[in-house]
DNA sequence: ATGTCGATTTGCT
DNA sequence: GCAAATCGACATA
């Protein structure tokens, strides 16, 4: 029995820890959560994705946040929870989105997957997307990974180490200078917030959202 | 390459 | 009523 030397991204990894995402540093997580990955379904229906592209919404002083000054509804109830688990909303009607949330309970902060590379499972993401979108739009942006992976607001609020939706580090080391934070996407009501730069994603990475 | 538009749930006015 | 953490189709250039 020999142990591999190298990370290898197709077997399978650690679920991360609660002590992950109950720390303050939202910003940090964001960028921490870049090379990990995200697991969805079962035997014979197993998809993985590689996160790419991640935001940070930054709680109640945040106006691109959901829960900008406090505001606490029945969709963004999961952002109050202590961070682990997943808050997914439907976004225009259509689609759904994931964020993993962050902090610990009573403080709302979350981070938003923009997009991930597609890793296992290729065949069912296709059959997902539909057989007319090409590889490079499988995963890239909010509601394509989603869809590609399986993910619906039926997974809101579940446990990101948990079987529905889990998310591994499996070895894989970005480094700082391979990241780049540019400021959010779609969030141009929100005053001087929308220039932040709370945007992060892998240079150079192919399935990063475009747009 | 850039622009407009429709699909359609949720929350705020 | 209207805008929203989007996407893809279609139009025009």
New binding site residues.
Partial sequence: MTSRIQPCPTESGRALPSSFYRRADVIRIARELLGKFIVTGGIGRKTVGMIVET?A?VGVTDR????FGG?R????EA?YAAGGIA?V???????A?L?VVTHRRGAPY?V?IRAVEPIGGLALMRRR?GA??PDR?LT??????TQALGIG?RHNGVNLAGPEVRIEDRGVRISPSGIAARP???????GADARRPWRFYLLGNPWV?Q?
């Fill in positions: 935001e919404y691109a946040c959901h829960a505001r509804t029945i969709r963004n952002m808050y909303y439907l976004c225009y009607g259509l689609h989105l964020n979350a938003l997307r007319q979108v739009r890239a942006g909010p509601g394509s990974l607001v959010r996407i779609g969030v141009n009501y929100a959202s747009r």
